[in-house]
C-alpha cells in the first residue's frame, strides 16, 4: 500500500504572515538595521569583481553614481548612489574620496567598498573638483561659498565668500585659488588656507572657464578672450601673455623637465609654449585638430595625450606637436585623459569610460555608466581608510545607495517557490498513466494547496519587503532590509526543499504502483 502523507502547512501560513507583520512594524519604528552599499553589490552587481583589485578607478558620472572599477580589468568592485550629478573629478587622499554633486552636498567615501563616511551641506551646487592638504578640503559652491571642511568629519573650519564659482578649487602652500564669475568677466582670487582671508584677484577682463595651473611662484591662467596669463603667485602680478586665435578652456599641464606648457584652445589647435627665464612664453609648436579642445592634457615620457570634442583622443609628439596615435569614441570628450601603469583612461560624453595601451591607442576594455563624463578620474592603489573619521553635525548618516536593482532581485523571490506548482502538474500526469489513486491523489492536492498557499502569503510578504525598500533612507534601514531578504531567502529554500523532498517520496509511490517488487516499495 501507499505510504500515508500529512502535509498540513496551517501553522507554517499563520508564521509566515506573522513575520510580514513584524517586518513592517519594525520599519514603522525605523528598528531597520542594514548593512552598506557593498552588500548589494555582492548580490547584484553586473561585472562586478571578483577578488579585490590592487588598484582602482575612481570615476563620478552624470548619472548620480561615483564608481569604484578594477584599474587593469575595468570589472566593478562597487558604486554608489549621491543623489545628485558628479561633474568633477573625485579626488582622492587616506584611503578617502572627496566628491561634490549638484545635489549641494560634500561627501566623503571609503575607497575601500564606496560606503559614506561623512556628507555636508553646501549652499549651493558644487560643479568643480575639490583641492587638500594634511587636514583641510578646500572648496566653492555656485553660490560664490569657498570654505575648508575638515577631513576627517566635513565640519566647516572657515568660509569665504566670492561670486558665482563653477571651477574646480586649486591648492598651493596655503593659498587656494578660485575662480570667480561676475558680471561677465572672470577673476582669479587668491585665499589664505589658514584663515579664510582674502590674498589678491586678478581680473582677466573676460570669462574664465577653467581652472588655473599653478606652478612654483607662477600661476597660469586661461581666458576666455584668447589670452594665457602668467602671473607671480605671492602677489598676483602679471608677468606675461600669450595669445591663441579664440578662447582658452583648457587647464594647461607643464614639463617641468623641459619648462614646456601644453593646452589646448577653442581655435582647434593644441599648443607647447617654451617658457623663457625671463617669464616670457613663446610658441614651441602646435597642431591643429579642427575643433575645440577643452581639458587638461596628461604628459607620459615622450608623449602629450589631450582630448577634443571631435570625439578623439590624440597622443601627440612632445616635440613637434604631431599626433602618433588617434582614438575616437562616439561622442564629444569633456574631460582629460588620465595615464597610469602604461594605461590611458579617457572619459566620454558617451557615457564611457575607455581604457587604453597608452603607447598603440588599443582599447583594452570599456564601462559604461548611465551619464556623461564630465571629470576626469583619480586612480591610486587600492588603500583602507587612514585617518579617524570623527562624528560631525553636518554628518547626515542618509543611505546612498541605490536599492533598485535589489527591490528586482526581492520581487523574484517566490520565482522556485511557483515552479514547484509545474512539479506538481507533472506528478498529476504521471498518476494518470498508471491508472490512478485516490489516496496519492489527495495527498498530492493537499500539497498543491499547501504551495499555493505558501505563494499568497510569500506574495505579501515580498509587498512588504519592497515597500520598505523602496522608503529606505538611512545606512540602518538599508542593514535591516537586507537581513530580512536573507532571512526570507532561507525561509524559502527550507521550503522548497521540504516539498521537493515530499514530491520525490510521492513519485516513490508512484513508482510502486508500476513496480511494486522493487526494493524500495518493500518498507
Known amino acids: 500500500m501507499p505510504k500515508k502523507h500529512n502535509h498540513a502547512n496551517i501553522t507554517v501560513v499563520a508564521l509566515i504572515a506573522i513575520i510580514a507583520i513584524a517586518i513592517l512594524t519594525l520599519a514603522s519604528q525605523n528598528k531597520i538595521d542594514f548593512s552598506s552599499n557593498n552588500l548589494i553589490g555582492a548580490a547584484v552587481l553586473k561585472n562586478r569583481c571578483e577578488s579585490t583589485p590592487e588598484t582602482l578607478v575612481i570615476l563620478g558620472s552624470n548619472d548620480d553614481h561615483v564608481y569604484g572599477l578594477d584599474a587593469e580589468t575595468g570589472c566593478i568592485q562597487w558604486k554608489t548612489d549621491l543623489e545628485g550629478d558628479v561633474r568633477a573629478k573625485p579626488i582622492i587622499s587616506d584611503g578617502l574620496i572627496f566628491i561634490g554633486t549638484t545635489g549641494s552636498e560634500l561627501f ?61 578649487a586649486v591648492y598651493d602652500e596655503g593659498y587656494v585659488f578660485v575662480v570667480e564669475e561676475y558680471l561677465h568677466s572672470g577673476n582669479l582670487v587668491a585665499v589664505n588656507t589658514e584663515t579664510g582671508e582674502h590674498i589678491w584677484t586678478f581680473n582677466a577682463d573676460s570669462m574664465i572657464y577653467t581652472a588655473p595651473l599653478v606652478d612654483d611662484d607662477a600661476v597660469y591662467v586661461p581666458s576666455g578672450e584668447n589670452k594665457l596669463y602668467r602671473l607671480y603667485k605671492e602677489y598676483g602680478v602679471l608677468q606675461s601673455t600669450f595669445e591663441t586665435e579664440k578662447g582658452i578652456r583648457s587647464t594647461p599641464v607643464i614639463d617641468k623637465e623641459n619648462n614646456v606648457l601644453y593646452f589646448g584652445a577653442d581655435d582647434g589647435y593644441f599648443y607647447a609654449l617654451q617658457i623663457n627665464n625671463d617669464a616670457t612664453m613663446e610658441l614651441k609648436c602646435k597642431y591643429y585638430v579642427g575643433n575645440e579642445i577643452v581639458s587638461q592634457p596628461e604628459i607620459g615620457e615622450n608623449i602629450v595625450y589631450v582630448t577634443a570634442y571631435d570625439k578623439k583622443v590624440y ?132 500539497l498543491e494547496t499547501t504551495i499555493e498557499e505558501y505563494i499568497e502569503s510569500l506574495d505579501t510578504e515580498i509587498d512588504a519587503l519592497m515597500s520598505i525598500l523602496s522608503a529606505v533612507e538611512t545606512d540602518d534601514e538599508y542593514t535591516s532590509a537586507v537581513a530580512s531578504m536573507e532571512e526570507l531567502e532561507t525561509e524559502i529554500d527550507e521550503f522548497v526543499s521540504s516539498v521537493e523532498s515530499q514530491i520525490e517520496d510521492i513519485e516513490l509511490d508512484i513508482s510502486c504502483m508500476e513496480n511494486p517488487e522493487d526494493d524500495e516499495c518493500q518498507d
Open 315 to 446: 597622443a601627440m609628439n612632445k616635440e613637434n606637436c604631431y599626433p602618433v596615435w588617434s582614438y575616437a569614441t562616439n561622442k564629444k570628450i569633456y574631460a582629460g585623459a588620465t595615464l597610469y601603469n602604461d594605461i590611458l583612461y579617457v572619459p566620454s560624453g558617451d557615457h564611457n569610460l575607455y581604457a587604453l595601451n597608452a603607447e598603440t591607442g588599443k582599447e583594452l576594455w570599456n564601462f559604461e555608466t548611465s551619464g556623461v563624463l564630465y571629470g576626469e578620474v583619480s586612480i591610486a592603489p587600492f588603500t583602507e581608510i587612514e585617518i579617524t573619521i570623527e562624528e560631525s553635525e553636518t554628518s547626515t548618516g542618509r543611505f546612498t545607495g541605490d536599492t533598485s536593482e535589489l527591490m528586482t532581485e526581492a520581487n523574484s523571490l517566490d520565482d522556485d517557490v511557483k515552479d514547484l506548482l509545474d512539479d506538481i502538474e507533472v506528478l498529476y500526469e504521471k498518476l494518470d498513466d498508471v491508472g490512478g489513486n485516490t489516496t496519492i491523489e489527495s495527498t498530492i492536492e493537499d
Open 108 to 168: 566623503a567615501l571609503s575607497m575601500e567598498d564606496g560606503t559614506e563616511q561623512w556628507s555636508t551641506d553646501l549652499s549651493d551646487d558644487m560643479y568643480g573638483a575639490v583641492a587638500l592638504d594634511d587636514d583641510y578640503i578646500y572648496g566653492a559652491d555656485t553660490s560664490g561659498s569657498v570654505s575648508a571642511y575638515s577631513k576627517s568629519s566635513g565640519s566647516e573650519e572657515w568660509s569665504y565668500d566670492v561670486h558665482f564659482s563653477k571651477q574646480d
